[in-house]
């Protein structure tokens, strides 16, 4: 991931390298601050998401595991340097208890273990699709400031603008968007239609927060005719994190669905867009609290 980053900050094609600095490296670097230093170019801004990755439970169990075998190691040496050592077989050096230690640990107590929210459907999937900006490694509430908070543009697709608890946690605590998905480096992607020609065509591409400013991408209302074509001259389009309009053949893709922006449990409040965005975000969260009926049976 480092190298990924570093390569594409220096504005470098390949993605792939070695995992320490070169001469090049340092070089460029320097290159790219007195760059900064004289107006080229721009400061990075941390509260992108091309800077913000999802650190997934599978990595974290990783890394208690980790710490296990560590401590089974030491204990193995330990055995293995003293006098009765001779004639034990491994079995009998091997304590695996340190290793299911640290795991149940883990899913025990660590900040970030919780007991799944099983009220009704919609609880559970919201949040099985939970991002959170604290625990291990991350934010205190205390110290996250309202930039860290606060929506931001690249949010767009990727993480749910409205749906975020009430209080001291507002905006540390996420809902991943509808199509939202990660990819292998921990970003967060979304999907978009490929434009060709000022034509909507049906091959969906996923693109991450970095990917996205380079490209003109459509509104999922744009009025497209039956074959796929723009109707209109000037189009609605997001570049570079801004809002603006362009002629249809600039466009290079195209919005999936207007849903695209919300998170699951701010989809199902119907007209969505006619409501405050306050009273959205109570609605989003007060779903999750509906307590089904003991026979389910499909509303009028």
């Known amino acids: 991931v480092g190298r990924m980053k570093f390569n594409r900050r220096l504005g470098r094609e390949d993605t792939v390298g070695e995992g320490i600095l070169d001469k090049a490296d340092i070089i460029d670097v320097l290159k790219t601050l007195v760059g900064i230093r004289?107006?080229?170019?721009?400061v990075d801004d941390i509260d992108h998401l091309g800077n913000r990755r999802v650190k997934s439970v599978g990595e974290m169990a990783e890394n208690q595991f980790r710490v296990g075998l560590i401590r089974v190691e030491r204990a193995v040496k330990e055995r293995l340097s003293l006098a009765e050592?001779?004639?034990l077989m491994p079995q009998d050096m091997i304590n695996a208890k340190p290793v299911a230690a640290a795991i149940k640990e883990f899913f025990g107590s660590s900040q970030l273990s919780q007991f799944m929210d099983q009220a009704n459907p919609l609880s559970e999937v919201t949040h099985k699709r939970r991002v959170s900006a604290l625990g291990p490694g991350g934010l205190t509430r205390e110290r996250a400031g309202f930039e860290v908070r606060d929506v931001h543009p690249t949010h767009y697709g990727r993480v749910c603008p409205i749906e975020t608890p009430e209080g001291p946690n507002i905006g540390l605590i996420n809902s991943l968007a509808v199509y939202s998905r990660t990819n292998d480096y921990g970003f967060l992607e979304t999907p978009y239609l490929k434009v060709v020609g000022g034509k909507v065509t049906h091959e969906v591409e996923?693109?991450?927060?970095?990917d996205e400013a380079a490209y003109v991408i459509a509104q999922a209302s744009s009025e497209t005719d039956e074959a796929g074509n723009f109707v209109s001259e000037l189009v609605d389009v997001?570049?570079?994190?801004?809002?603006?309009?362009?002629?249809?053949?600039?466009?290079?893709?195209?919005?999936?669905?207007?849903?695209?922006?919300?998170?699951?449990?701010?989809?199902?409040?119907p007209f969505l867009e006619h409501d405050d965005a306050n009273r959205a975000l109570m609605g989003s969260n007060m779903q999750r609290q509906a307590v089904?009926?003991?026979r389910s049976e499909k509303p009028l």
């Open 38 to 42: 004289n107006g080229k170019g721009s």
């Open 85 to 87: 050592s001779e004639g």
């Open 206 to 210: 996923y693109l991450s927060a970095i």
């Open 238 to 269: 997001r570049h570079q994190n801004e809002f603006t309009k362009t002629s249809r053949e600039n466009v290079n893709y195209m919005d999936v669905s207007p849903k695209q922006v919300v998170s699951v449990a701010a989809a199902l409040i």
């Open 292 to 294: 089904p009926t003991i």
